[in-house]
């Protein structure tokens, strides 16, 4: 049996996964008279039906969070990861635990949409420099953006690829300044 840390999110994942799988021995602790369980510390049938279920909506964070703690992790990893871990979440039935998979749902929409208030959430479809990581990764290029801006941020990406290659062929230099946002990049032509 593991016991959960406060400290790690996912040990509740691990202390539930292993509960399930030790579900009759912790059984027959907590009817062993010489253990003297209270009743109050005893899972309940309704406690053994809803371990199984919090399992699967546990899961697809379980493994979208050690993806990102790998030694091969990178920035273009997050959008596709956050993206995969939403689907499958909604794949999990809301019986019995509807209020929390919406509530991990409205998370995820908020953090890919930026509704989140913390600075280190703030629309990481919108974030330019995990935009151009995800779209340079052969693993995704495209496939990794849930909403229009992201698709729009991929449009603005190879357009001013597309340019800049022209612009050099063609004897042209673009010279990029960004004064704020990516939104209001300005883009000059030098002559050579």
Request: with cysteine.
């Amino acid at each position: 049996m593991m016991l959960d840390c406060e400290t790690r999110w996912g040990s509740v994942y691990t202390m539930l996964e292993r509960a399930s799988l030790q579900k009759q021995a912790i059984k027959l602790a907590e009817d062993d008279p010489d253990l003297a369980i209270v009743a109050e510390s005893k899972l309940t049938p309704n406690d053994w039906d809803l371990i199984p279920k919090v399992i699967a909506l546990l899961g697809p964070i379980y493994a979208s969070s050690l993806s990102a703690e790998s030694d091969t992790a990178s920035v273009s990893d997050i959008i596709p990861l956050t993206k995969m871990m939403k689907i499958e979440i909604q794949r999990v039935s809301q019986s019995g635990i509807g209020t929390m998979k919406d509530a991990l749902l409205n998370q995820i929409d908020r953090y890919l949409e930026g509704g989140d208030t913390r600075a280190h959430f703030v629309n990481v479809e919108q974030n330019p420099l995990m935009v151009i990581a995800t779209l340079l990764d052969p693993r995704y290029k495209t496939a990794g953006f849930q909403n229009k801006e992201g698709q729009r941020g991929k449009q603005k990406l190879l357009t001013l690829i597309i340019s800049e290659l022209t612009q050099e062929v063609s004897g042209t230099e673009m010279v990029t300044e960004t004064a704020g946002p990516a939104d209001h990049t300005q883009v000059t032509e030098v002559r050579k």
